[in-house]
């Protein structure tokens, strides 16, 4: 099987900057697209990043100019570089990858368990 696990979260002031890591591992043949979303409390899910295997990236409106995203296809990791933090930015941060276990299987989104940021006023 496929295991994602993020880290990095954590609390921090508004103005400051997270770097958040996710790393899969496991039955890994390739890996397409890997994302961040993230769900604040009562409210849906949203995506937040993305980056296909062809390096085109994609950004909510809300974090456009704060947030990078990048990763290392050798590390088989994703990583959510959070500048400029603000309250509205606090929640779960989920990272996603879409993996084939092998070339004649199909490919699945796995998800990590989610690492939480918390952005004070």
């Known amino acids: 099987q496929v295991q994602l696990v993020e880290s990095g979260g954590g609390l921090v002031q508004a103005g400051g900057s997270l770097n958040l890591s996710c790393a899969a591992s496991?039955?890994?043949?390739?890996?397409?697209?890997m994302a961040w979303y993230r769900q604040a409390p009562g409210k849906q899910r949203e995506l937040v990043a993305s980056?296909?295997?062809?390096?085109?990236?994609a950004y909510a409106d809300s974090v456009k100019g704060r947030f990078t995203i990048s990763r290392d296809n050798a590390k088989n990791a994703v990583y959510l570089q959070m500048n400029t933090l603000k309250p509205e930015d606090t929640g779960v941060y989920y990272c996603?990858?879409?993996?084939?276990?092998?070339?004649?299987?199909?490919?699945?989104?796995?998800w990590g368990q989610g690492t939480q940021v918390t952005v004070s006023s």
């Open positions: 980056d296909t295997s062809i390096g085109t990236t």
């Open positions: 996603k990858a879409g993996v084939k276990t092998s070339w004649a299987r199909r490919e699945f989104d796995y």
């Open positions: 496991g039955t890994i043949f390739s890996i397409n697209a």
